[in-house]
């Protein structure tokens, strides 16, 4: 694979106990194109997320992230919350993570929270109301404004999150997580319960990502029709190893894909690849 | 809030069943009872152990639970489910909501006119002081409790660290009340941080159990750090606080002479009611401004949820520190107030059940609620004393009460959260939707 790299994972290796969830897993994703990890239930793709977003240390190897100066993270030194402050990593969760009972326009505010941090001062200055933080805080409305627009939310901005829709939930969470302005989206399974129209809808808004801002995006997903359509690249694990990398047509023809995401009944298993072409 | 209108639960309405629920009442009872009532156990004339049984109360205190619970159980059928609507009428229900949006700066208007109202009803004011410090109180536990979902019960700890800090800065060094104050809010807000520095990675109960267990520590450390804090026999003589520093009392010196007016003991009582009245406005004006600022949004999201807090960027730990600290800041300014109020200070006044109370009262108003807070500290302690007419049914009607409050209210007194910024319209969230945090 060639071209400019923005993350790049080499020899990860997990384990829980004497599990081995991942192993010596090595995969680039590339700037400004979007990755997609695939694999039948308990390949390990979640693990991988967890790693590379500091919700689990690996057990072993190295997880690159390049910043678009060309500055160098390693995320597995990292822990937690600095993944998404330094590294700019944004993620989004398999079963949704919303703040229920706080607005939806509220959910975007917090967000960004460590650039109003700054600009409140640590709280010193917003306590006492500097023209400062009133500037920055009517430039994260506007910010909200705008990604909720963008995933049509604009009308539900001062309702409950716990109050929308699942689909619209799922689009909340996006718009979160972009809100955080990252160099790297990660999403899991952000097709999870979607019908098919909103399903299209989530296509086209992953592909304005990609093309308008130019946000490297890298997803796991279990909905063909979105990995075929969307991704540049596509991983794809079996128990806790690649088995498979290259462009979705390549995938999509590979046996050993076929063979392990969906059985060996190849005859059913192509008929659900086609499926999704 | 919609009551439950569904009759599908409808409890089996056969005879056969009746008599079952009956029995098993009846057997609880008997259980229960057949200890505390059936046995009498006391110490004899030469200190030995005597006894003897009283069969016939327990009978018919089992008999009265059998019939008791037919009774209930015909009542319960024939009434059906009891929701809200059936207790408050819905027409009722409207009013207060229309009355709740008057109530804040209406009740604003009659606390700050109390000391005129009742200028010489000293028991009046004294409750009112009473309560007003557990208004302040409340809302600093709110802070930690409500906004940032961290169960503490050892919220005593920073009223019993501001109060002996005035105390004992006061009597050893002289300083006047004005230093002491911020001081003593200060060096609270520091056990905070460093109470919350070790425990504030556990979560729920764990946490809960460790504050708990922080509060009983200070405690002993003040009964047994005899040199420094005086142990049991606490620290008295602290000074009374001044008017920037002149002292309300009988001296030339004093307020009433230099204002040439006649002393009256009711001028100290007055001020230090209006000192508590401040210092708890400006307790509930930092927190709903910080509401509004991002380490307080950052503290209402970590309630609704941690994991995505950290997924954006949020610092966790100290999210959790500042909301700590910031709560304990409050209570160590209410601790000293108590310390200049009551002059006299011991460990005995820092104990669990004081947690347990401003718990209480936190939770009765409706999580993060500030007026919610304000209200449930005027139900608990004014309404407690209303009672006192009662004698020992007082704990009885208080305990009925809180059931019928907790079945009206189930998420306390004012049941829904403001959002913090808005679009176009601030929309109340009910709070069905909030969450309670997990520690």
Redesign the interface.
């Known amino acids: 694979m060639s071209g400019d790299k923005i993350l790049s994972v080499d020899r990860l290796t997990m384990r829980f106990g004497g599990i081995v969830a991942v192993q010596d897993l090595s995969f680039a994703a590339e700037r400004k194109k979007i990755t997609a990890l695939i694999g039948p239930n308990g390949a390990g793709k979640t693990t991988v997320f967890n790693c590379i ?3 689990y240390k690996p057990t072993g190897g190295a997880i690159r992230l390049t910043h678009d100066d060309g500055k160098e993270i390693a995320l597995q030194r990292l822990n ?6 330094q590294a700019k990593v ?2 989004t ?1 398999q079963n949704i ?7 939806v ?2 959910n975007l ?6 650039m ?2 700054r600009a ?1 001062g ?2 010193l200055l ?2 006492v109301g500097a023209p400062a933080y009133r500037d920055a ?1 009517k430039r994260a ?1 506007d910010l909200a ?1 705008d990604w909720l627009k963008r995933v049509n939310l ?1 009308d539900r ?4 999150a ?2 929308l829709a699942y689909g619209d939930q799922r689009r909340l969470e996006i718009a ?2 972009m809100c ?1 302005v990252p160099a790297l989206l990660c999403l899991d399974e952000p097709a999870a319960g979607l019908n098919a129209r909103e399903s299209a809808a989530l296509n086209e808004l992953l592909l304005s990502i990609r093309n308008d801002l130019g946000t490297s995006i890298l997803l796991i997903e279990h909905d063909m029709s979105v990995v075929m359509e969307i991704s540049d690249h596509i991983v794809v694990m079996d128990h806790g190893v690649k088995i498979a990398q290259g462009t979705p047509r390549e995938v999509r023809d590979d046996p050993k894909v076929i063979a392990a995401y969906l059985g060996t009944d190849e005859e059913e298993a192509v008929a659900v690849m086609e499926s999704g072409s | 809030m919609t009551a439950p209108s569904t009759h599908t639960t409808k409890p089996a309405t056969g005879i056969a069943a009746l008599l079952k629920t009956a029995v098993i009442n009846a057997l609880i009872a008997l259980v229960l009872f057949s200890l505390m009532v059936g046995i009498r156990t006391e110490a004899g004339s030469d200190g030995q152990l005597t006894y003897w049984t009283r069969f016939g109360e327990l009978a018919s205190l089992v008999a009265a639970v059998f019939g008791g619970s037919i009774v209930i159980e015909l009542l319960r059928q024939w009434i059906g489910p009891a929701g809200t609507e059936r207790l408050v009428p819905p027409a009722l229900q409207k009013g207060v909501s229309l009355v709740g949006r008057y109530l804040a700066p209406a009740l604003l208007i009659f606390t700050l006119l109390v000391p005129v109202i009742f200028y010489n009803q000293r028991y009046i004011l004294d409750l009112a002081i009473l309560v007003l410090t557990y208004v302040m109180l409340g809302w600093g536990l709110n802070v930690v409790v409500g906004l940032a979902g961290l169960l503490d019960l050892g919220y005593v700890a920073f009223y019993a660290v501001g109060a002996y800090s005035y105390a004992l800065l006061a009597t050893n060094f002289g300083w006047s009340f004005w230093i002491c104050l911020p001081l003593a809010g200060i060096l609270a807000a520091f056990w905070g941080v460093l109470l919350g520095f070790p425990v504030l990675r556990l979560r729920g109960d764990y946490l809960a159990i460790v504050t708990l267990a922080f509060g009983e520590i200070i405690r002993l450390v003040l009964i047994n750090w005899q040199d420094l804090t005086g142990g049991p026999n606490g620290v008295s003589g602290i000074p009374r606080p001044t008017l920037f520093g002149i002292p309300l009392d009988r001296s030339d010196d004093g307020l009433a002479a230099k204002l040439g007016i006649e002393y009256s003991a009711t001028h100290r009582i007055v001020f230090l009611f209006y000192l508590i009245l401040a210092l708890a406005l400006l307790t509930n004006w930092a927190t709903i401004r910080l509401r509004r600022l991002p380490i307080g949004r950052a503290w209402e999201a970590l309630r609704e949820d941690e994991v995505a807090c950290r997924a954006l960027g949020i610092n966790t730990t100290t999210t959790k520190l500042t909301a700590f600290a910031t709560g304990a800041m409050f209570g160590g300014f209410a601790g000293a107030f108590f310390a200049t109020r009551q002059g006299f200070i011991s460990p005995e006044s820092f104990t669990f059940q004081e947690s347990a109370l401003v718990l209480a009262i936190v939770v009765l108003g409706g999580m993060g609620s500030q007026l919610g807070v304000a209200l449930a500290a005027l139900a608990m302690i004014g309404g407690f004393e209303l009672f006192r007419g009662l004698e020992t049914y007082r704990m009885l009607v208080f305990g009925w009460a809180m059931v019928l409050i907790m079945i009206w209210r189930p998420r306390g007194l004012v049941g829904h959260r403001a959002p913090t910024v808005y679009l176009k319209k601030a929309q109340a969230i009910s709070s069905d939707l909030v969450k309670e945090g997990h520690g």
Not at chain 1, 98 to 103: H, I, K, N, R, V
Not at chain 1, 109 to 114: E, F, G, I, K, S
């Open positions: 977003t500091g919700f937690d919350f600095r993944i998404a402050k944004a993620r969760f993570r919303l703040f229920p009972g706080m607005t326009l509220e505010m917090v967000a960004q929270h460590n109003l941090m409140s640590f709280t917003g306590l805080e409305i404004s604009l901005a001062d309702d409950a716990g109050n979160r997580a955080t």
